[in-house]
């Protein structure tokens, strides 16, 4: 009896061991890029929900007033805050601006750049860069 109740647990705990967990915010789906955070369940109520998501950021404060810095990038401007770039437009290197910009329900993916992938944009990129994509209608 004792063995037969062990096999049951057994094989109760491998059919549910490779379930994946449910309402988990932070997909990382294959059509995105590499290293992207996305929001499928809707719970990020700001861009700091999904820069907080991503290891290297640092995010400080809340709402309009979080400071963002990407860890391991000195300034060559007077900020250490990167540049955020929406849907291949940079619009500078506010988080207010960005956060203003952009809703959290039509963000597609954020993805941060650091050192060489940032090159492409220049100097304006030598903190980091933030790129975030809308979703598409």
Not at 21 to 50: K, Q, T
């Amino acid at each position: 009896m004792k063995h037969i109740l062990a096999s049951s647990i057994i094989a109760f705990a491998l059919i549910f061991s490779g379930c994946s967990s449910v309402g988990s915010s932070v997909s990382h789906n294959s059509g995105r890029p590499d290293g992207s955070i996305s929001d499928d369940m809707n719970y990020f109520r700001s861009l700091a929900d999904f820069l907080e998501n991503v290891p290297g950021v640092s995010v400080q404060g809340q709402g309009n007033n979080a400071y963002i810095t990407i860890r391991g990038i000195s300034s060559f401007n007077t900020t250490n805050e990167p540049l955020y770039v929406i849907d291949g437009h940079a619009v500078g290197n506010s988080y207010i601006e960005a956060n203003r910009i952009v809703t959290p329900n039509d963000i597609d993916y954020v993805r941060v750049l650091k050192g060489p992938d940032a090159a492409i944009y220049g100097v304006r990129g030598a903190n980091g860069v933030i790129e975030i994509v809308t979703r598409k209608v």
